[in-house]
Each structure stands twice: as structure tokens, then as C-alpha cells.
């Protein structure tokens, strides 16, 4: 069974930095696309950044030149780093990992960007 834990989440300023990490267990994993998205309550799921088996990547025009998203086969690890925080990136961010037949999710990291 495929499981999805993210990691990294936290209380951060605004123009800090964070860096989110998903580890996947149960999973090829480097077949896969794997993503990170949000979510406000109240809103649909949205996605921040995304990164194909072949390592090219797409991001949302919000984060656009400051998330980076990244991954580690060996390690069946995606990252996400996340500098010049604002006040709006304060949410939940989710892993992703999409197969031919089903997408999985992880449970989630909050994220607060805060003075």
C-alpha cells in the first residue's frame, strides 16, 4: 500500500524559507508523477508545483520564481523548496503521487507564514 508522509511544515516569517519533504513508502515511485498542492478550508485543492517521472516540472503562477520543487529517486523522496513566504502561502500543502490509476495523497503539513 501506498503511503505518502510530508514533513517540514512550521511557523515561518514572511520572506523566510521552508523546505517540505515527502518520502514515499509502498510505491515505484520514480515511474510517477509526483506533486504538492494546498488547500484553504473553504477552497478547492490546488496545485503548487509538480515534477514528471523525467524530472520536468510545472508550477502555479503564485509561486512561479520562488517554490522549487525537486526529487530523489534513490531516496523515493519529493521536495519542495519554498522561499520568499507570504502571508497567502499559509495553508496545508499536500504530496501527491499520480499512477495510471489512482492518485494518492498524504495527510498533509501546515504551513504558516506569520509576523
Known amino acids: 500500500q501506498v503511503q505518502l508522509v510530508e514533513s517540514g511544515g512550521g511557523l515561518v516569517q514572511p520572506g523566510g524559507s521552508l523546505r517540505l519533504s515527502c518520502a514515499a513508502s509502498?510505491?515505484?515511485?520514480?515511474?510517477?508523477?509526483m506533486g504538492w498542492y494546498r488547500q484553504t478550508p473553504g477552497k478547492q485543492r490546488e496545485l503548487v508545483a509538480a515534477i514528471t517521472s523525467g524530472g520536468r516540472t510545472n508550477y502555479a503562477d503564485a509561486v512561479k520564481g520562488r517554490f522549487t520543487i525537486s526529487r530523489d529517486n534513490a531516496k523515493k523522496t519529493v521536495y519542495l523548496q519554498m522561499n520568499s513566504l507570504k502571508p497567502e502561502d499559509t495553508t496545508i500543502y499536500y504530496c501527491?503521487?499520480?499512477?495510471?490509476?489512482?492518485?494518492?495523497w498524504g495527510r498533509g503539513t501546515q504551513v504558516t507564514v506569520s509576523s
Open positions: 501527491n503521487e499520480r499512477t495510471a490509476t489512482k492518485n494518492y
Open positions: 509502498g510505491s515505484i515511485f520514480s515511474t510517477y508523477t
